[in-house]
């Protein structure tokens, strides 16, 4: 039997994000510029060396599994890899494999997600503004997720909305989202924004809502009862009596949660960061590529979750972003 992975303080690391690419359809203005130079091909993980990545973890006690990106859709063949992870929830050993997604390529892949085992996606989508969504994502088009997102739930996928709280963007969509998300029977979370590296257009503090107000805003017309319901992760949830729905608020600023953390991120070029907060790494391509057997990926793996931190580092409260990240939440997965 392998042991678990257990970090210094005691949290069992049972969550893994895995971004398979740092590639998207969009160019959401807080997340990427315009002009984004990605990374050469060579610089990846192959689909087989993500499969063998992933498969290390869920032996070392992984059993959760979230894909993301980039956009994790607009990966190449990437339904191969969601087939062959479909091995380890047959086994039982993966409890869940989900993913993190924009929605545009729904359509297309919402049956071949269900059959190979996902049953809960996150979709992120900030407005249901036809014009507004342009704004924001750029090169997105809002019937094109939409449509996605009915495919999804054809197909039997639950929807979680994922919607980043922007100042003077969907302040105003506070009620009608969550009127919207009720009607389609899912669940949604607001996503405080982070200040992830600077993009040059946009200035993350005049964005910022918080959303101790946003929930605030909430209440006003709807009767909020806290859940006690804890993910390891930085969302809380309330219920909203009137419509029975979960809304989540995860604000990554706060450290409320850092206590409970047992998920560590792997980018699409194989580094593992122990803490979104903070830029300790460790680089599991170079052990992985090194050897035919697992062994060395499973010491690096070990040695890296003996380093996890205790707790990370923003601090917006003296109105100049502290600990700010130079890497930006495509590359990480958010
Ligand atoms: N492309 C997929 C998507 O949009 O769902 C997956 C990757 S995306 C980086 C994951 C999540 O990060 C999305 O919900 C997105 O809204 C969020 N995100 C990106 N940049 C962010 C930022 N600066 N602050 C807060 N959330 C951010
Ligand atoms: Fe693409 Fe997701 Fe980033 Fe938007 S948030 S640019 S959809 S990776």
């Known amino acids: 039997m392998t042991a678990p992975l257990i970090d210094p303080f005691h949290r069992a690391v049972n969550y893994l994000r895995v971004s398979v690419t740092d590639r998207c359809d969009f160019r959401c203005v807080y997340c990427m510029a315009e002009n984004m130079t990605f990374l050469p091909k060579k610089e990846l993980l192959t689909l087989e060396e993500l499969d063998r990545m992933c498969s290390t973890f869920v032996r070392l006690g992984v059993e959760k599994l979230r894909i993301t990106g980039g956009e994790p859709l607009v990966r190449r063949d990437i339904m191969t890899f969601f087939k062959s992870m479909k091995r380890h929830l047959d086994s039982g050993a993966l409890k ?11 359509e297309r892949f919402a049956e071949e997600l269900y059959a190979c085992g996902i049953r809960r996606v996150n979709v992120s989508l900030d407005t249901i503004d036809e014009g507004k969504f342009a704004d924001i994502t750029r090169w997105g088009r809002l019937p094109q ?43 949604m979370t607001w996503i405080e924004v982070m200040p992830m590296g600077d993009l040059g257009n946009e200035d993350r503090l005049d964005q910022y809502w918080s959303l101790k107000d946003l929930r605030a805003r909430l209440a006003e017309r709807y009767t909020l009862t806290d859940l006690a319901e804890r993910t390891g992760g930085p969302a809380r949830y309330v219920r909203l009596e009137e419509t029975g729905q979960k809304i989540g608020f995860i604000t990554p600023m706060t450290h409320n949660f850092c206590e409970s953390c047992n998920r560590v991120r792997l980018t699409c070029t194989g580094q593992l960061y122990m803490c979104l907060g903070q830029e300790d790494m460790a680089d599991l391509r170079a052990p992985l590529r090194g050897s035919e057997s697992d062994a060395a990926l499973e010491n690096a793996i070990r040695a890296a979750i003996a380093l996890k931190p205790k707790g990370h580092d923003f601090d917006y409260s003296r109105q100049k972003v502290d600990g700010q990240m130079s890497r930006h939440m495509s590359h990480t997965g958010g």
């Open 96 to 106: 869940e494999l989900t993913l993190t997604t924009n929605g545009s390529q729904l």
């Open 145 to 187: 997720v939409l449509r996605g997102i009915d495919a999804a739930q054809a197909a039997g996928l639950r929807i979680k909305l994922n919607a980043v709280a922007l100042k003077g963007f969907n302040e105003d969509e506070l009620f009608t989202l969550a009127e919207w998300c009720a009607s389609r029977d899912m669940d």
